[in-house]
């Protein structure tokens, strides 16, 4: 048997699980990518494998009609949504992820950039570097309300940590979500019009899909606080960028931060890498060496599954 493996964090460490992996007569391939393998990267060579550790490769219809051999797609991560979950069970091939995985990196990042915002960290930081000794009102996080949108397991812990800083909480979410969460953390649960009204940091934790593309766009921008951040480390396209970009220039907003992008990485000339009030990462709140190394062995097993070998 023969993977591909193309997850960037995956791709510098098969060498680690090569006496599991030689255990199965299993050999490998490892694909170069800066960010995530296209159609036009996979379909040449997808017929050659029978299973694969992606990252956010774009595993079409068109892709799954080349892969004559493929049976498992083992996601390093959670999401899925660049993968065509349909086409792949019409041809029983399976598509495994690891599940909850980054939790908490990925709700301290978000925390990270509430309490740069909220304390002017980064602001005053950047003015002092430029010599000058100007001191920026800032505000505690007990006078601040926090909006979440999505609360599956990284949308709850990001209230949780907003519970410990005392901050109001608002949660919008199409399930239903339990009586002992709403009661452990005080959560109000109240519409996404009412979220975004109220709420002076909005962060979103929603799976993307048809439903949630551009769930943030110019309509929603207008109906936030004019000193509200947006925080987005769930997936780019959540977001209209261009809406946001207009909206933060027209002091509609005051600002945004952003790990994640409508496409990535991110073009240098976008105006997001120029704007005073906007805070960026690349990606990358998913960051923790423990964190990777227990994503890598479930990888692994979900490879191992998907193969039907244990």
């Known amino acids: 048997m023969k993977i591909l493996i193309t997850a960037p964090y995956f791709i510098p460490v098969p060498k680690k699980y090569r006496d599991i992996l030689h255990q199965h007569q299993i050999k490998y391939d490892t694909l170069e990518v800066e960010e995530k393998c296209f159609e036009s990267d996979l379909i040449p ?8 550790i992606a990252g956010d490769d774009q595993y079409t219809s068109t892709v799954f009609e080349k892969a004559s051999k493929l049976k498992v797609i083992a996601k ?3 999401g899925i949504d660049s993968i065509d979950l349909n086409a792949a069970k019409k041809r029983g091939i399976k598509v495994l992820n ?4 980054f939790i908490e990196p990925v709700s301290q990042t978000v925390f990270g950039y509430i309490l740069s915002f909220s304390r002017n960290i980064h602001s005053q930081n950047t003015s002092m570097k430029n010599g000058n000794w100007d001191k920026e009102e800032s505000v505690t996080l007990s006078e601040s309300a926090l909006g979440v949108i999505g609360l599956g397991s990284i949308g709850k812990e990001v209230l949780r ?4 800083f005392r ?3 608002y949660g919008h979410d199409i399930n239903k979500i339990s009586k002992e969460f709403i009661e452990e953390t005080g959560t109000q649960m109240v519409s996404k019009e009412t979220l975004l009204n109220k709420s002076d940091f909005v ?3 929603c799976v993307l899909n048809e439903s949630t593309k551009h769930i943030i766009c110019a309509k929603d921008l207008k109906k936030m606080k004019s000193k509200a ?3 987005n480390t769930a997936r780019g396209p959540l977001v209209n960028e261009l809406d946001l970009i207009n909206a933060i220039n027209s002091k509609t907003i005051f600002g945004a931060g952003l790990d994640v992008f409508e496409n990535e990485p991110l073009d240098p000339k976008s105006p997001l890498r120029f704007m005073a009030n906007v805070l960026l990462t690349p990606h990358n709140s998913n960051s ?3 964190v990777r190394e227990l994503v890598h062995k479930n990888t692994i097993k979900n490879l191992l599954i998907g193969l039907r070998i244990i």
């Open 203 to 205: 962060s979103l934790h």
């Open 76 to 78: 390093w991560g959670t």
């Open 98 to 101: 690891t599940m909850d995985a």
């Open 229 to 231: 951040i947006i925080i």
């Open 167 to 169: 901050m109001e909480l």
């Open 288 to 290: 923790s060496p423990g």
């Open 161 to 164: 940590l907003g519970k410990a």
């Open 45 to 52: 060579i997808i017929q050659n494998y029978d299973g694969v």
